[in-house]
């Protein structure tokens, strides 16, 4: 006879969302984290009065409906509207790329212009691959250009990409931007989502409310005491890393981190915006994180006299850092494939969650699944 019904290993979205619901069906669960706290990476620590998002910025955003009223029914959500503004030598253009940042780039004031600037910036590029013998880019390079011309990828794209992955831009594959999406029309929205925000009082609260009533357990590594673990309840719903849980016995998956720097400030308000990226090489960071402007926002951000900012690098991933997002290359995805074959056949062990898939998920899709899946 076993203690528990399900016991949950990782107290982020996934295992939360899956405690809540188990909950709901009158299961008994025990959820564990490694981690000195719950929540995974949607966790934030309140310093001076603001919630900082201590891995990495996160916007929730979803055109589903279900899983808009779920979380509002836990936690109510404001009015946050993602709108980052690129910073490039000290210029400033709005992002993603509309006729603000075609304005501030060109001083072109109708989408027409905008249009004739961008396609003749294109025509080169997209000759060059229509004559080469696979009428594909060669790379990442040859790709930005053919769909958004020489300025918006020298200013915009170019430094900060490669920032992002440590390597040029014409030795990154093109599949890596498959779209980089145009708007010609003044809107600064980022997200094309419906529904968008963060959780008032920060997401500390959506995680204390899913897990509300649910024995949880930090400061606990599943695989410290695994066969403890194992025999405690009648299911367990892994969303660790698939790889570590197999011991890594194929070989280890990668992973892309980022390095937060942060800072507290004594200044009500540092950049404006929640979000600056720098796109220039010359700045070794990629992006600046103003913390209050999630949840403060006109005057209320004066109220509070500090600040605190991370700024964000991107550096290769070792065994002691994060495993933030995968590298879906085909040796990677071979790999899990691999762990997947083992996991299928487990009848005691669901693998859910951005690391025990394999799979970079938003929020909201996590929740989604979640809420699909059938609880026995
Ligand atoms: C930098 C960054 C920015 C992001 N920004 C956004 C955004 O703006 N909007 C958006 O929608 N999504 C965003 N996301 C995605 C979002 O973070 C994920 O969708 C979500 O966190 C996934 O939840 P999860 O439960 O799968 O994983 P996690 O949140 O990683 O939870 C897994 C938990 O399992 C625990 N765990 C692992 N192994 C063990 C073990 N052996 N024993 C015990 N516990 C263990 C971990 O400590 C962790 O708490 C971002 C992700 C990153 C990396």
Redesign the pocket.
């Known amino acids: 006879m076993y203690k528990y019904d399900y016991l949950i ?8 969302t899956f405690a809540y619901r188990a909950k709901l069906a009158d299961k008994k669960c025990l959820v ?4 000195p706290h ?6 934030c620590e309140n310093k001076d009065g603001i919630n900082v ?1 201590k ?8 055109s589903n409906r279900k899983v808009w009223d779920f979380v509002n029914s836990i936690v109510e959500f404001n009015r946050y509207t ?1 709108s980052p503004v690129a910073n490039y030598k000290g210029s400033l253009y709005n992002l993603p790329f509309n006729m603000n940042t075609f304005y501030q780039m060109w001083g072109v004031t109708t989408p027409e212009q905008a249009m004739d600037k961008i396609n003749s910036q294109r025509k080169e590029m997209l000759e060059k691959i229509s004559s080469s013998g696979t009428g594909e880019p060669a790379n990442l390079e040859e790709q930005a250009i053919s769909l958004v011309g020489t300025d918006i990828y020298e200013k915009l794209v170019k430094g900060y990409t490669e920032k992002q992955w440590g390597r040029k831009c014409t030795e990154l594959p093109s599949f890596i931007i498959k779209r980089l999406p145009v708007r010609f029309v003044y809107d600064n929205n980022y997200f094309n989502d419906k529904y968008q925000g963060i959780p008032v009082g920060g997401y500390n609260k959506l995680t204390e409310g899913l897990l509300e009533g649910i024995e949880t357990i930090t400061d ?5 005491n695994r066969e403890y673990w194992e025999q405690i309840a009648e299911k367990i719903v892994f ?3 698939i790889d ?1 849980f197999y011991g890594y016995r194929f070989g280890k998956l990668e992973y892309r981190t ?1 390095y937060f720097e942060e800072e507290e400030l004594d200044c009500p308000n540092y950049q404006g915006n929640a979000v600056v990226n720098y796109t220039s090489k010359d700045v070794p960071y990629t992006r600046v994180i103003e913390h209050k402007h999630f949840e403060m926002f006109g005057d209320e951000v004066y109220r509070c006299g500090k600040t605190v900012i991370s700024k964000e690098y991107s550096i290769e991933w070792n065994d002691s850092l ?1 495993p ?2 995968p590298i879906n290359n085909p040796v990677n995805n071979g790999l899990y494939m691999k762990y997947k074959l083992l996991a299928d056949k487990e009848t005691r062990v669901i693998f ?6 394999y799979k ?7 929740i989604e699944k979640v809420l699909d899946m059938d609880i026995i």
């Open positions: 290993v990782g107290s982020g979205l996934f295992g939360a564990i984290d490694k981690r719950t929540g995974g990476n949607i966790y998002h891995y990495g910025a996160h916007i929730f955003h979803t993602n606990t590594d599943f695989f410290q969303t660790g890393k570590e980022v994060e933030y997002y859910g969650g951005r690391l025990a898939e970079y998920y938003d929020m909201a899709p996590i």
